[in-house]
Every structure is written in C-alpha cells, then in structure tokens.
C-alpha cells in the first residue's frame, strides 16, 4: 500500500493520527509528518508498519491470479506539465501509450524508469532489504548453475530487458535468469527470460503482481517469482506448465521450477542473514 493509499483509507474511515499510530505501533511524531507530507519518502519498513492500521478488503486476495492494473502509485513523465530543462523536449506533445525505446533512452541515468507499452513509469530507489535480498537469491540461483556446469545466466537488478522485441518496453526486474546466450547483449537482454523474480515494495506491488504479470504470461516467461518482504512470502507462478500459483514463507525452501525443483533457495537462511533490517525504522 503506498502513502497516498493510506491517505485515502484514512479519509474512508475517518482514521486520526492516533488511531494509525496505536494500531500501527508507529510513533505519533513520524505518523503526523509522513501524513501532512513533511516525510516526502518514508522508510519501507515505516510503510510496512503503517499498513497494518489499515484492515484488508474482506474479499481481497493479495496474491494468485490478480489481474490488477493500477499505476497510481508512480509519477509518470511526459504528461505535458513536468519539464525540466532541454532533456524533455522529447516528451513535449507525445501522450503516455506513446512513448518508444527512443525517449527512454534519453532519460538520464538518474532517473530510475521503466517503458511498458509506451508508458513511462518512475522507480523509486530499493530499499536494503529490497536490494539484499535479490542479491541473496542471485548468488544462490548463480552457485548452482555454477556448480552443474550450466549455460543459464543470473543477471542482478537494473539489467534492462526487452521482452516484446519491439521499441515500446523496455523492463528492469530485480532479477532475472536467462538460458539463452543469444539474448544477452552488452546492453541489456532481448527477448523474454527463462524467470524473473521481482522483490515487491508498497509503490511497485500493484504494477508488479497486475501489469507485469500479465506482460511475463504473452512474453512466454517460463517463472515468475514475487518476493513480498512485507508479508514474508513468496509467490511462485510455473507459467511454463500453467499451473496455478504456489505460496511459500520466509521459512521454506523453495524450489526453482525452471531447474525441475533440484535447485531451492533457502529462505530461512536468507532471512536469518537480514532479519536485523526488519526490525529498523
């Protein structure tokens, strides 16, 4: 759930700071500034807390077979009103659904942007415990490999993937396993991975779980994990063999499907290794 989310159902239910912050466990203090907007960009962890203040839809369902579409979480460029100096120009009179791999690349590096379908969608900056624990996961899926001599490549965060081939998506998973070489450029993968694992934060979990789902299914991605530090589960989709979603804890072992189960990543371990972050504001 992102801030604004939050504002909304405080609004909706016509929650005080008080009330968030005794359900929450959140300090008063840090409940008021991130609510009146002083906080521009909280912690994950303060989300994560605050999140629980706010009780779930009695028929929602955060995980299998959740087509949603929702990018209400992101600051979208190029709308016609956010133009901030000559590396804009590009974008004056063009429309989101418009936008091709040309503008994206003219984006600066700075700037943490994805292209799908023509639309452009702001990143914001991985937290560390959504940064290690797609490390952890890659060095693992890497040993492997490593160890059964295999040709597959484990390919960390900020690899850029074009996974329809054409010049209106250009995506950038937490991490991705591609098996054919052929695909890997020097600049960045063509073509869909065999998996691709995304580490789910309130302002990517709707995008992630709806949108790139979707776009992971037509491409022929023959895996797709969702990683949810929130809710310390992991969310397997087999697309290859369409089965229906399974769901794991931070407690198990999970295997790899793409590897016919004999590789798992243990993420029990995983989790003993960062716990520490969990507990930080």
Request: aromatic residues 10%; charged residues 30%.
């Amino acid at each position: 759930m992102t801030v604004e989310e939050m504002k909304k159902k405080k609004t909706e239910l016509g929650f005080s700071c008080e009330q968030i912050s005794d359900r929450s466990g959140v300090p008063l203090g840090t409940v008021q500034k991130i609510f009146s907007g002083i906080t521009k960009r909280p912690r994950y962890d303060t989300i994560c807390q605050l999140e629980k203040a706010f009780p779930m839809e009695p028929d929602s369902n955060p995980y299998p077979g959740m087509m949603e579409e929702s990018v209400s979480a992101y600051r979208i460029y190029g709308d016609g009103t956010d133009h901030e100096g000559d590396i804009w120009k590009s974008f004056r009179g063009k429309k989101q659904g418009e936008y091709t791999l040309k503008d994206y690349e003219a984006i600066p590096d700075e700037y943490r942007v994805e292209l799908i379908d023509g639309v452009i969608y702001d990143l914001n900056t991985p937290t560390t415990i959504h940064q290690q624990l797609a490390f952890e996961i890659s060095i693992r899926l890497r040993e492997y490999i490593r160890q059964n001599k295999g040709l597959c490549m484990v390919l960390p965060s900020q690899v850029s993937v074009q996974l329809d081939e054409d010049d209106r998506t250009m995506l950038q998973p937490d991490v991705v396993v591609c098996c054919d070489r052929d695909k890997i450029l020097r600049s960045h993968v063509y073509g869909a991975p065999d998996m691709v694992i995304e580490i789910l934060s309130p302002s990517t979990r709707k995008k992630d779980m709806g949108l790139k789902l979707k776009k992971y299914i037509t491409a022929r991605v023959r895996e797709y994990w969702m990683v949810d530090p929130d809710k310390k589960k992991v969310v397997v989709y087999d697309l290859e063999h369409n089965e229906l979603p399974a769901i794991y804890g931070f407690e198990d072992q999970v295997p790899v499907n793409i590897f016919a189960g004999k590789c798992q990543i243990d993420f029990s371990e995983i989790y003993s290794y960062i716990e520490f972050l969990f507990e930080k504001e």
